[in-house]
């Protein structure tokens, strides 16, 4: 294995790397915008240095992590951003697969482990923004599974699929099965929308690496479900539930 760190926004030393590479998996992405890093940048000027340099150096083929929700009218400027970057891996030439996941959970993530951080220590946990809106969390082995295989299967080019888990939840039922699986007390507080925004931002001015963000709370606003069969069938993913998976985080989490 070789680690190579390049930057596809200024992608110097990116031809090289790619030589000899059979097949690209393109997941470079950013949820929200600091200095030097804009979603246009990161989003679509990137994937147009992949796609060049994939050209240029023989690449077979390049699997695409987009995500649930991509529309050119979307009012997310994250998910205008990856709808326009489908847009180029489409029109590369080259053989793709686009999956659009929804939240993606794992040990170790951002939003599952600070939500089982929350309920450990504190005795309320804070529900932001919309908490009716609807995910389909999908863990993060059958999201790896999809990709390496797409990799090798020529019956998923220029295909489409749609990843998420087997279950559709509200961020609150989220919660609920943490506080099963940690056996607190932790009470749910729901956050007027109106308060949502400006205590977000207030923690964004705060810390350097947030714990939500802004833009965090829109794309959960805006919600991800899908029908999961085509991808679950054509890959053959475990599907693992949510609750099934919370065990695995343990220490990761404390």
Same mark, same amino acid.
């Given at each position: 294995v070789r680690n190579v760190h390049i930057d596809l926004v200024r992608p110097d030393g990116l031809l090289e790397a790619l030589a000899g590479v059979g097949g690209v998996v393109h997941a470079a992405g950013i949820l929200r915008e600091q200095r030097g890093q804009d979603l246009e940048r990161a989003h679509v000027g990137a994937t147009s240095n992949l796609v060049e340099a994939c050209r240029r150096a023989g690449v077979g083929k390049i699997v695409h992590l987009s995500t649930l929700g991509v529309h050119a009218k979307a009012p997310e400027a994250y998910l205008r951003s990856k709808w326009e970057a489908e847009r180029i891996i489409e029109s590369c030439g080259l053989s793709y697969t686009i999956f659009r996941p929804s939240l993606v959970f794992g040990a170790g993530d951002r939003?599952?482990?600070?939500?089982?951080?929350?309920?450990?220590?504190?005795?309320?946990?804070?529900?932001?923004?919309?908490? +009716? =809106?609807?995910?389909?969390?999908?863990?993060?082995?059958? $999201?790896?599974?999809? &990709?390496? %295989?797409? /990799?090798?299967?020529?019956?998923?080019?220029?295909?489409?699929?749609?990843?998420?888990?087997?279950?559709?939840?509200?961020?609150?039922?989220?919660? +609920? =099965?943490?506080?099963?699986?940690?056996?607190?007390?932790? $009470?749910?507080?729901? &956050?007027? %929308?109106? /308060?949502?925004?400006?205590?977000?931002?207030?923690?964004?001015?705060?810390?350097?690496?947030?714990?939500?963000?802004?833009?965090?709370?829109?794309?959960? =606003?805006?919600?991800?479900?899908?029908?999961?069969?085509?991808?679950a069938v054509t890959f053959g993913l475990r599907m693992r539930a949510l609750a099934d998976v919370l065990p695995e985080y343990g220490s990761a989490a404390r």
């Open positions: 939003v599952v482990s600070q939500l089982l951080t929350v309920c450990r220590y504190s005795p309320v946990i804070p529900l932001l923004g919309d908490t +009716d =809106a609807r995910v389909q969390p999908i863990w993060v082995g059958d $999201v790896a599974t999809a &990709v390496l %295989r797409a /990799l090798k299967d020529r019956s998923t080019d220029s295909a489409i699929y749609e990843l998420g888990g087997p279950e559709s939840l509200t961020i609150a039922d989220v919660v +609920d =099965a943490i506080k099963r699986e940690t056996k607190r007390p932790a $009470v749910p507080v729901k &956050v007027p %929308r109106f /308060l949502s925004g400006p205590l977000v931002r207030l923690v964004e001015q705060l810390f350097d690496r947030p714990p939500v963000t802004e833009d965090q709370l829109a794309l959960l =606003a805006a919600g991800g479900t899908c029908d999961p069969n085509p991808a």
